[in-house]
């Protein structure tokens, strides 16, 4: 058995072991926190890689697991801590934490006059929905722990949306979190999402995206686009992530993808280079999208429909 092999081996028992704990209510941390140290995968591969012993590979990694729980047991974002400390008084904040649950709607008013439109979209935690139209610029609506605040600025004629998560300190499950989006079909569409978290589900199909962004820290993804722009670019930096595309047949499509531990399924795709993969219709079709994904631990399926 290769070195290499029991390394990742015994990084995924560690990963795997945290969460039995939880699941067995012997040590609770946020979902939130432990999502976001999805960055020491990268440290772990970069162990992994470096031309050293295996003795100081193993030591690092120890090293780096042990920081690892120490900031996740001491998030500020949400208690963490070994059940049996005192297990009883924690139940009973959470229950009273669970019964306070926020409704929020927000829309702002679309007018003719405007061709083209931004959005910047901190979904947080939770499930985030983005599909549908609507008669106005944008409508948006909330329902679990999270605070959201929406704005609406005007820089040089073009509307600039901002739904920030406001949330200090979750209430209840950070997971009981849902939240949907609508937005005008009529402009085009320049789109930064901060995925947090969240599990987001994303239907564009109908709308002109020019450009869309997501960070997706360890969130679940599935987005669907459409036919409707010469050139779409789609950039997903995602970390521990699900990711399904789905990109229609009648447009040509180029995809560059850096992935690490990723399975990667690519419906109708020619590779052409390491990395690079296009559609068989690529050089001679009008409409085409550009994707550029750098995964870490990712399940990555494009689809053409």
Same mark, same amino acid.
């Given at each position: ?10 990084? %995924?028992?560690?990963?795997?072991? %945290?969460?039995? %704990? ?8 946020? !979902?939130?926190?432990? +999502?976001?140290? !999805? ?5 772990? !591969? ?103 605040? *929406? ?18 300190? +979750? ?17 085009? !569409? ?17 709308? =002109? ?15 669907? %686009? ?13 970390? *521990? ?10 447009? *040509? ?15 109708? +795709? ?30 990555? =399926?494009?689809?053409?429909?």
């Amino acid at each position: 058995m290769k070195n290499r092999d029991i390394f990742w081996g015994v990084v %995924l028992m560690i990963i795997g072991g %945290l969460v039995a %704990l939880r699941n067995f209510d012997i040590f609770y941390f946020s !979902w939130r926190s432990f +999502f976001s140290l !999805w960055p020491f995968l990268l440290i772990f !591969w970069g162990i992994a890689i470096m031309p050293i012993k295996y003795s100081v590979k193993m030591s690092l990694t120890i090293l780096t697991v042990i920081v690892a729980v120490i900031l996740l047991v001491t998030s500020p974002v949400r208690h963490s801590h070994w059940r049996f400390w005192d297990y009883n008084n924690y139940t009973e904040e959470v229950d009273e934490q669970e019964d306070e649950m926020n409704e929020q709607q927000f829309a702002d008013d679309y007018s003719p006059d405007i061709t083209r439109a931004k959005l910047k979209l901190d979904a947080a935690a939770g499930k985030f929905r983005i599909n549908g139209s609507t008669s106005k610029l944008f409508d948006f609506e909330n329902k679990g722990n999270s605070i959201y605040k *929406a704005t609406t600025e005007n820089k040089k004629g073009i509307p600039y949306v901002k739904i920030e998560n406001t949330t200090t300190h +979750f209430q209840g499950d950070d997971n009981s979190n849902n939240s949907w989006l609508a937005l005008n079909t009529a402009p085009v !569409w320049d789109i930064d999402i901060d995925a947090g978290a969240a599990a987001l589900d994303i239907d564009l199909s109908g709308h =002109k995206i020019e450009k869309i962004d997501i960070d997706g820290g360890a969130s679940g993804i599935k987005l669907k %686009l459409g036919n409707t722009l010469k050139k779409t670019t789609l950039t997903i930096n995602a970390g *521990a992530a699900g990711i399904k595309i789905r990109v229609p047949r009648e447009s *040509a499509c180029q995809v560059k993808a850096t992935t690490v531990l990723s399975s990667i399924d690519f419906d109708d +795709f020619n590779k052409i280079d390491k990395n690079l993969y296009q559609t068989p219709n690529f050089s001679d079709t009008t409409n085409q999208i550009f994707i550029n994904i750098d995964a870490a631990v990712s399940g990555l =399926k494009i689809i053409r429909y």
